[in-house]
T-cell receptor
Framework: DTAVSQTPKYLVTQMGNDKSIKCEQN?????MYWYKQDSKKFLKIMFS???????INETVPNRFSPKSPDKAHLNLHINSLELGDSAVYFC??????????FGQGTRLTVV | DAKTTQPPSMDCAEGRAANLPCNHS???????VYWYRQIHSQGPQYIIH???NNETNEMASLIITEDRKSSTLILPHATLRDTAVYYC??????????????FGQGTELSVKP
């Protein structure tokens, strides 16, 4: 059983489109995160939700909107995709401040 | 705004110990040191973490200096599968709910036969 799973694994789309990435964790954690890894391999936090409440928003454009329907899911919606949004997006989860576990990533390519 | 400094790359012979250094001179008293690694095209994998005491688990050992300004991750018997980018991370607690991992550039460890 995969602890933190993301879908899709690969996503290729055209500029201007709207797309979503889904994340689910079966670890019973109460906190979930989205991280972005750019072409230079830097990993940076984007959002964090605790018990479905947004607690971190790292100056991400409004085109990015996370949605947490329940504690086990944190989806990432991206509107009006731009070339610069191409990256690998990682979902992670933790129990409060304890160790975070990451999914396998979604490679988004905007053409 | 990474809070850690690591050498960009290191080599290690298979079967030998790999010692990966990290500098975190601005670490605060309540911030933990975490180590993750990322094998090519995979998600970051947790290795070990500590606050001020040395720690050991089945994967590695973590040695933290007394002043907490630096630490060393030790892989006691490196194998080819340990080839990866190793991240030393300061974990910043957020409002006592969850935490923020601040990744630096990491060290690309190459284990050679």
């Amino acid at each position: 059983d995969t602890a933190v799973s993301q879908t899709p694994k690969y996503l290729v789309t055209q500029m201007g489109n709207d797309k979503s990435i889904k994340c689910e964790q079966n670890l019973g954690h109460d906190t979930m995160y989205w991280y972005k890894q750019d072409s230079k391999k830097f990993l940076k936090i984007m959002f964090s939700y605790n018990n479905k409440e947004l607690i971190i928003n790292e100056t991400v454009p409004n085109r990015f909107s996370p949605k947490s329907p329940d504690k086990a899911h944190l989806n990432l919606h991206i509107n009006s995709l731009e070339l610069g949004d191409s990256a690998v997006y990682f979902c992670a989860s933790s129990r409060g401040q304890a160790t975070a576990f990451f999914g396998q990533g979604t490679r988004l390519t905007v053409v | 705004d990474a809070k850690t400094t690591q050498p960009p790359s290191m080599d290690c012979a298979e079967g030998r110990a790999a010692n990966l250094p990290c500098n975190h001179s601005t670490i605060s008293g309540n911030e933990y040191v975490y180590w993750y690694r990322q094998i090519h095209s995979q998600g970051p994998q947790y290795i070990i973490h500590g606050l001020k005491n040395n720690e050991t688990n089945e994967m590695a050992s973590l040695i933290i200096t007394e002043d907490r300004k630096s630490s060393t991750l030790i892989l006691p018997h490196a194998t080819l599968r340990d080839t990866a980018v190793y991240y030393c991370i300061v974990r910043v607690p957020v409002y006592n709910q969850g935490g923020k991992l601040i990744f630096g550039q990491g060290t690309e460890l190459s284990v050679k036969p």
